[in-house]
Each structure stands twice: as C-alpha cells, then as structure tokens.
C-alpha cells in the first residue's frame, strides 16, 4: 500500500503561517502530479492545489496570492507553505499522488489538521 506522509498541521492564530510537507515513495513521487485536498468541518473535501512533475503549479481560487506549493525531488517531498491563514482555511488537509492519465487522485495520505483561531 502506497503511503503518503503529511506532517506540519497545528493550531495558529488568523494571519499566522503553517508549513505542511508530504513524503512520497519517489517511483511514485516522480511520476505524479502531487497536490493538497483541504476537508473543512461538516464540508465536503476541496482541492488546494497541484503541482506537475516539472514543478509547475496550479492553485484554487482561495489559495492564490497566499499559498505556495513547491517540490524538491531529491527529498521526495511536496510543501504547501499557506501564509496569511485565515479561520476558514481551518481544515484536514490531505497529501495526494496523481498518474497525470487519470481524473482524480490515486493516493491519499491519512491527512494533518490544520486550525486557525479568530
């Protein structure tokens, strides 16, 4: 079983900086577009952002302007630094792997919580 590894969640106040990072096995790494899923409480689960093999990056609406998502490759690892955090960006943020064919994730990691005070 394919195990993605988030870490850097936590409990910060509203305009504080949270650093999330995610290791992957690196057959899997290098083949993957590799992203973040966010899950707010009682809300359905929404995607933060992507970023290809070629460390090209794509972001959701609320992210953009706050969130960068980079990869380092020899490390095997993605980060999603999130600045100016907000109460609603309060969530599960989730690690995920995609083969650049298919529509939706293959992998999943089991996911760091991430809250934001007022």
């Known amino acids: 079983q394919v195990q993605l590894v988030e870490s850097g969640g936590g409990v910060v106040q509203s305009g504080d900086s949270l650093r999330l990072s995610c290791v992957a096995p690196?057959?899997?790494?290098?083949?993957?577009?590799m992203g973040w899923y966010r899950q707010p409480p009682g809300k359905e689960r929404e995607w933060v952002a992507s970023?290809?093999?070629?460390?090209?990056?794509v972001y959701a609406d609320f992210g953009k302007g706050r969130f960068t998502v980079s990869r380092d490759s020899a490390a095997n690892t993605i980060y999603l630094q999130m600045n100016s955090l907000k109460p609603e960006d309060t969530a599960v943020y989730y690690c995920?792997?995609?083969?650049?064919?298919?529509?939706?994730?293959?992998?999943w990691g089991q996911g760091t919580q991430v809250a934001v005070s007022s």
């Open positions: 970023i290809t093999t070629r460390a090209f990056p």
């Open positions: 995920v792997a995609r083969h650049p064919s298919s529509i939706r994730p293959d992998h």
């Open positions: 690196g057959s899997l790494f290098n083949t993957s577009i």
